[in-house]
């Protein structure tokens, strides 16, 4: 009998939540730091995602509803936010989070539940790696470091780096390491590392160590604050040595807290405006400007991405089913993103080129862009 009983009750749950993904609106869950330490990357990626809303306001006929949670940037707050979209929103698919770490707690929240995530912009190789249900539309570190590593010694040709690493954020360990790694098959070698956690505001020790081997380099792929502070206190205290940086610079913060002092300042990224080559890319760069009354950022862009290549998986799945929504997307190899074509590898990471950016009379200019 109390077996009988147990299989009533786990029918009556399944069965809650094959109604609630049945129900006359397709729910999406979003959950971005919209407060916190990286709030400007959880605020850039909500607007283009409510921008591809406008455009893609249906799927499989249906009013789309967005839930919004804040993550506030932090692992547990993030596990929390994925749980709750899962749990009491029934959401059928997720988009977010902004930055590994707390990608990688919710992530393994949505795995245990068998939701399908995507992640617009967290970088690190474990984000996916042996993952079921997770997804991103970014590149990877590991390409990303090869190309910042190629770029600085191809064609800024320095030979002496140093590196700045913030030792609380996965993203930036990784992404270190993997430019050291193919710097040094180059034939460049790394003269200095320093380190600093998420939230510091006094640099003078990482500048003063780094100053004293006179790099040409110093490659610092941390969050916009700190990359910003810490290149101010070097600029001060005399260090003239290229600063590089990745994906996490692209904030208008940098410049704000920065000033002149990060002008000239280089960094990978997903997007620039200026590559828009697709039809859905110019509709989505007229809209945004719009809405918003300026131009498209990469955060704004990938978000957007992430929206309509679900969109276009629950479609292709024919129901919002996150299992389904799950199979659609692995198949997707050519989707047409906004800089062009796009589509998913064998763990789920997107196969997509890599803009050089820098920092130009107060704003951020496009350098070029390397493909895969």
Not at 86 to 94: Q, R
Not at 340 to 356: C, L
Request: charged share 25%; hydrophobic share 45%.
């Amino acid at each position: 009998m109390k077996r009988l009983w147990l299989l009533v009750i786990v029918g009556v749950i399944f069965s809650s939540f094959s109604v609630a993904w049945a129900t006359d609106k397709i729910r999406i869950g979003v959950v971005l730091p919209m407060t916190g330490p990286v709030a400007a990357y959880g605020q850039m990626e909500w607007a283009g995602i409510q921008v591809a809303k406008e455009l893609v306001p249906t799927i499989l006929g249906k009013e789309v509803e967005l839930v919004l949670v804040d993550s506030k940037g932090d692992k547990v707050e993030g596990a929390n936010a994925v749980e709750r979209l899962i749990k009491l929103e029934k959401v059928c698919a997720i988009i977010g989070e902004a930055i590994s770490s707390v990608t990688m707690s919710g992530g393994a929240v949505a795995e245990q539940y068998g939701v399908p995530m995507i992640s617009p912009t967290a970088t690190n190789p474990l984000v996916t790696q042996g993952k079921k249900y997770i997804f991103r539309v970014c590149f990877i570190d590991p390409f990303q470091g090869q190309i910042a590593a190629k770029y600085a010694y191809e064609t800024l040709k320095v030979r002496k780096v140093a590196l700045v690493i913030d030792v609380q954020q996965d993203y930036c360990v990784g992404l270190a390491n993997f430019f050291e790694e193919n710097f040094k098959k180059l034939g460049g070698e790394i003269v200095a590392k320093a380190q600093y956690r998420t939230g510091d505001q006094d640099f003078t020790a990482q500048v003063t160590a780094v100053k004293a081997k006179e790099p040409d380099m110093i490659y610092i792929p941390g969050y916009y604050s700190e990359i910003a502070l810490f290149t101010k206190q070097a600029r001060e205290l005399g260090v003239k040595s290229i600063v590089f940086s990745a994906d996490g610079s692209y904030a208008p913060e940098l410049i704000q807290i920065g000033g002149k002092a990060v002008e000239g300042i280089y960094f990978t990224n997903f997007y620039d405006q200026s590559a828009v080559a697709t039809d859905i890319g110019k509709k989505f760069v007229e809209s945004y400007r719009k809405r918003f009354g300026r131009d498209t950022d990469s955060f704004a862009a990938l978000a957007a991405e992430a929206y309509f290549v679900l969109a276009h998986a629950i479609n292709k799945a024919g129901e919002a089913d996150p299992k389904k929504i799950r199979d659609a997307l692995e198949g997707i190899k050519n989707f047409t993103g906004l800089m062009g074509e796009f589509g998913f590898d064998e763990n789920h990471n997107a196969i997509r080129p890599v803009v050089i950016q820098t920092v130009k009379d107060g704003k951020f200019a496009y350098v070029g862009i390397v493909k895969p």
